[in-house]
C-alpha cells in the first residue's frame, strides 16, 4: 500500500530496530494474534495491525516500557508473583490489556478484569491466576 509517496508499515515494522524496544514475533507482524498490544494516547489499540500514519504524533508504549529504572511495573510484579504467566506467549497482551483497564479503572471487580483481558487468548491456563495478578497489581497500584 502506498499513499502519497509514502509507504504505509505497520508499527512493529517501523520499530523493528530502532531505538525502542517492541515485544514482537513471527505472526504478530499482521495482527495474527494479540500477545503485541500498543497504548496510544490511553487508547488501547486491540492489535498490531496498526499503520505509521495512525500512531503519528502518538505516544507508543510496549511491555517493555513498562518498568521503570529497573524495578518492575505492579502489573509485571503480579504476574510474577500470583503465577500468571505460563509460556509468556500471551503475557504481553495480558499485561497492556490490564494496564489500560487498570488506567480507566483503578478499582475493577473480577467481572471487568475478565472483561478486560476479554480479546487475549491464553492457552496454558483456565485465567484464575491472570485474574489474581491484575487484581494484585490494583491493589499495590492503589496504595
Wanted: hydrophobic content about 40%; overall charge positive.
Amino acid at each position: 500500500m502506498a499513499t502519497a509517496g509514502l509507504s504505509l508499515k505497520l508499527v512493529v515494522e517501523a520499530s523493528r530496530g530502532a531505538v525502542i524496544a517492541v515485544h514482537a514475533a513471527g505472526g504478530l507482524a499482521r495482527g495474527h494474534v494479540q500477545a503485541l498490544r500498543l497504548l496510544r494516547a490511553a487508547e488501547g489499540l486491540c492489535r498490531s495491525a496498526v499503520a505509521v500514519l495512525q500512531a503519528d504524533g502518538g505516544k507508543i508504549m510496549t511491555i517493555e516500557g513498562l518498568a521503570n529504572n529497573g524495578e518492575l511495573h505492579p502489573l509485571q510484579e503480579g504476574f510474577w508473583e500470583k503465577h500468571g504467566l505460563q509460556c509468556g506467549y500471551c503475557t504481553p497482551g495480558m499485561i497492556m490489556s490490564a494496564y489500560d483497564l487498570l488506567q480507566r479503572n483503578p478499582d475493577p471487580s473480577e467481572r471487568e478484569i475478565r472483561n478486560g483481558l476479554s480479546g487475549n487468548l491464553c492457552r496454558c491456563t483456565g485465567y484464575h491466576n491472570i485474574v489474581k495478578s491484575v487484581q494484585f497489581a490494583a491493589e499495590k497500584m492503589r496504595s
